[in-house]
């Protein structure tokens, strides 16, 4: 491990560097939102936000991705894979809360007998430098779900925002190997190492929402039939999909062939359970037919059966539901509402 | 506007008691500020929660579709631009008018909170007081005061019905009048004076950000349809991806599904994760059905839409007669 | 209207034809069609024939459909108001059109790719004028890229 600092000004350098060796990703600001983009030039980017509109999962698991395509010859069928991306990439400015979705969606992409190869090859070849949240947002709850706002799990390099410079720190060999080509970022000293755990203490107490989740899911077991439960928040619902298309632990799929004029794809694309369609039989039937289903799955699907199948909470804690929904549906509302339910 | 908030509620205890109405659908304060969010009402308890601001923007037409509230009797908080949905779908058969309650609130014009987000960003809004034409805006270590009528939603700028057209009960107190600031018929004209490839580049540029979530559609209070041609696949209308093509059919279509029904609500630029604002082309869908058929969308609930009619006279200038 | 972007390039300019789509309603303007056929009246071979029962099923899907699968130009033609075989298909189809059209020409889709005819059973002559017409029209717009997806 090794603790480096970054002059504010040499900034642009640093990002030279590195786009002389890799492509590299940062938020950039567009229409009153942030996303992450590849940059061409270390102007563009944007550290000055809490996060991005779409979270850097899209990195990962794009919007839409051509799994292969195929073209009709004379032989019969050509197979076609679409090449993806083989090269090394930067990632700079994740949030900790967004690396640690990576994290868990490792356990949905990368685990076991299942090993999705397109989501995997992206997640080898990118070296993560985190950016670290001195300034929580008020809708943040990320220490509720087994993170914090300086948290460096699952970075390869962290950076904390010193006001003049920023603190530079490698975790592991290859946060290390990277810091290696750049020789010239000084030593941090110990003042700013201590600076830099004074802010995480303020960042952490910042964080005002503390809601037990783990506690949740055996509650949540007992409240699925609970119609009178689910029905306040179902009515509010307008099931627009935008909560799960910009969560970042959100991994949902669908595939789909469309034809081209020389054969055709297989399209991979987001999908959510919040959509009519999303579990709709091909015989007609509907498991989950009206708006309240669907608004009950999400809710067991990241806080009751993430915990009890795989250990996890299937939440990271950023907010961007709340901040993104429509109708202001908060979903601490309805933790609230979980925690006020008895018994359990 | 306390007094506007205390004879609403006035009407939607009138209405509860006396069994008029089985539930209220008005708006309740948000948990963030800026925002409110629809509330619900059956029970007498229920009523304070029920507020009236320059915060409530949602159109609630959107709630009468919901599954649960069909068959009941419902008391419906509408500004001008909701009634106007609610007229749309009254005539088009979709809400039955004897069922539907309609509590038309004078509109003080609607805060537009993307726009006082960008004002303050990237700092953190966390508390905001309206006084009549002030916006007081606090965050963590700042403090603003913006003028309420620079930080109007768009479609309120250029509000000609700040009344409700149709209506069971006005709450009094006078509309706010607003000038009709924005001159769509010059912005359309300008941008009609660009050429074919700049308009279709402007579109493109406006839509790349598009990620196809389809909340536009949700949003909407026309978009009532229980099978959305998104959905079909028997057959695949429009493509699922998020290549351009995709997006410009998608939006292409919906545009063309609201023509001579949209009112200009400007729920489904609200709703928009990536802040796309389609008003140009629904400002231009009005003026082509009031240019073509003298039609307006939603004031009257016994004319049916224009797409729903057709008359022997109908301009056809477009014919090609072959010389 | 044309631009410099939409002409295709010289070289391609002697050999690229226009391919137009044209909805045609059975009872009048197919009809119309097929008399120009057996009077031997010559027109453009650059028109693909959909035969549907009336204008008024046209879908503007499918118009928005063709300019995305890459054809130049659309046409729909049903009968004279006041003739359709079905009462007020074609009045219905009218107003349909001139929505998709103004839009599509709104968002810069260049005017001449979409047209609407009437054609009766008796016009064979007519239907040819307006092949030609719009097969010209077409010609001089360059192909259509807008929309297109591969």
């Known amino acids: 491990m090794k603790e480096k600092f970054l002059q ?22 567009k229409n009153g939102f942030h996303v992450f983009e590849k940059i061409s030039s270390p102007k563009i980017i944007d550290l000055e936000y809490s996060n991005t509109k779409i979270p850097p999962k899209e990195l990962f698991f794009p919007r839409a991705e051509t799994l292969f395509s195929y073209a009709k010859s004379k032989e019969g069928i050509d197979l076609i894979q679409d090449s993806h991306p083989d090269e090394t990439r930067v990632i700079l400015g994740i949030r900790p809360c967004d690396v640690l979705s ?50 460096e799990a699952g970075m390869d390099i962290s950076l904390t925002d010193l006001e003049d410079k920023y603190l530079v720190k490698s975790l592991n060999i290859k946060g290390d190997q990277l810091l290696e080509q750049i020789p010239w970022l000084g030593t941090a000293s110990e003042r700013d190492i201590f600076d830099a755990t004074r802010r995480a203490k303020k960042a952490l107490a910042s964080i005002k929402t503390e809601i037990p989740i783990e506690k949740l899911s055996d509650k949540l077991e007992k409240l699925f039939n609970n119609d009178a439960f689910w029905s306040p928040f179902s009515q509010k619902c307008i099931n627009c999909g935008s909560c799960s298309f910009l969560c970042p632990t959100c991994h949902c799929f669908d595939v789909v062939d469309e034809k081209t004029s020389t054969g055709g794809k297989r399209i991979r694309l987001w999908d959510t359970c919040q959509f009519t369609l999303f579990t709709q039989h091909g015989s007609g039937h509907n498991p989950r037919p009206t708006g309240k289903e669907r608004i009950r799955q999400r809710i067991m699907h990241k806080f009751c059966y993430y915990p009890k199948t795989l250990n996890e909470i299937g939440c990271v804690g950023c ?24 018994g359990g | 506007m306390e007094s506007l908030q205390n004879s609403m509620r006035e009407i939607v205890r009138n209405l509860l008691t006396e069994h008029k109405i089985d539930l209220a659908i008005g708006y309740e304060k948000g948990t963030l500020p800026l925002r409110t969010s629809p509330c619900f009402v059956t029970k007498e308890g229920e009523i304070q929660k029920l507020v009236w601001n320059s915060c409530c923007d949602l159109d609630l037409t959107k709630y009468l579709f919901k599954p649960e509230n069909q068959n009941k009797k419902i008391g419906i908080i509408v500004k001008g631009c909701d009634a106007r949905a609610l007229t749309v779908c009254i005539a088009e058969k979709q809400i039955e008018r004897n069922k539907t309650f309609i509590i038309g609130m004078p509109c003080l014009g609607i805060i537009d909170k993307k726009k006082v987000e960008a004002a303050v960003a990237p700092k953190e809004i966390l508390e905001v007081k309206v006084i009549d034409d002030q916006i007081i805006v606090k965050g963590k270590d700042f403090e603003r005061t913006l003028s309420k009528k620079d930080y109007l939603q768009t479609s309120c700028l250029a509000c000609r019905y700040n009344n409700p057209p149709i209506y069971d009960a006005l709450v009094g107190g006078k509309p706010l009048e607003l000038p009709s600031e924005i001159d769509w018929d010059k912005i359309i004209a300008e941008f009609e004076a660009k050429s074919p490839e700049e308009r279709w580049a402007y579109f493109s540029e406006l839509l790349k950000d598009c990620i196809k979530c389809y909340a536009c559609r949700n949003a909407c209070p026309l978009c009532y349809c229980k099978e959305c041609f998104v959905d079909q696949t028997q057959p695949q209308w429009v493509g699922k991806t998020t290549d351009i093509s995709d997006i410009m059919f998608y939006h292409i279509v919906r545009a063309f599904h609201v023509a001579g029904r949209c009112t200009g609500c400007g729920a489904c630029t609200r709703a928009c994760p990536m802040n796309i604002d389609l008003r140009l082309l629904s400002k231009k869908l009005e003026k082509i059905i009031k240019d073509r058929y003298n ?24 014919i090609t007669e072959g010389h | 209207m044309t631009t410099a972007e939409e002409h295709p390039k010289p070289e391609e300019e002697k050999t690229w034809e226009p391919k137009i789509l044209a909805f045609l309603c059975n009872w009048c ?86 047209n609407f005819s009437w054609v009766s059973a008796a016009e064979g002559e007519k239907f040819s004028k307006v092949v030609k017409e719009v097969v010209e029209k077409v010609k001089k717009l360059g192909p259509n890229k807008k929309l297109v997806k591969e």
């Open chain 1, 102 to 151: 990576f994290l868990l969606l490792d356990k949905f992409f990368n685990s076991g007998k299942f090993q999705d190869p397109y989501y995997q090859k992206r997640r080898e070849n990118s070296l993560i430098i985190g950016l670290l949240c001195a300034d929580p947002q008020s809708t943040c709850f990320c220490t509720s779900t087994g993170g914090s706002p300086f948290s």
């Open chain 3, 29 to 114: 303007s197919y009809a119309g069609a097929d008399l120009a056929g057996i009077s031997r009246i010559q027109y453009p071979p650059n028109i693909r024939i959909v035969r549907v029962p009336c204008s008024g099923r046209v879908n503007p899907f499918y118009l928005i459909k063709s300019l995305q699968a890459g054809w130049d130009g659309v046409l729909v033609s049903g009968c004279h108001p006041g003739d359709c075989h079905y009462i007020s298909g074609n009045l219905v189809a009218r107003r349909r059109f001139a929505i998709i059209k103004d839009i599509l020409e709104f968002m810069g889709i260049a005017p001449g790719r979409l």
């Open chain 2, 295 to 318: 039609l307006e969308a939603g004031l009257n609930p016994e004319e049916p839409p224009a797409m729903g009619a057709h008359k022997a006279e109908d301009p056809q200038e477009f």
């Open chain 1, 319 to 342: 907010g961007r539901c709340i901040r993104v929904c429509s109708v202001n549906q908060d979903i601490r509302s309805i933790f609230k509402a979980v925690q006020e339910v008895e």
């Open chain 1, 8 to 29: 504010k000004e040499q900034f642009p350098k640093f990002i030279n560097e590195l786009m002389n060796r890799y492509p590299v990703y940062a938020p950039i600001k």
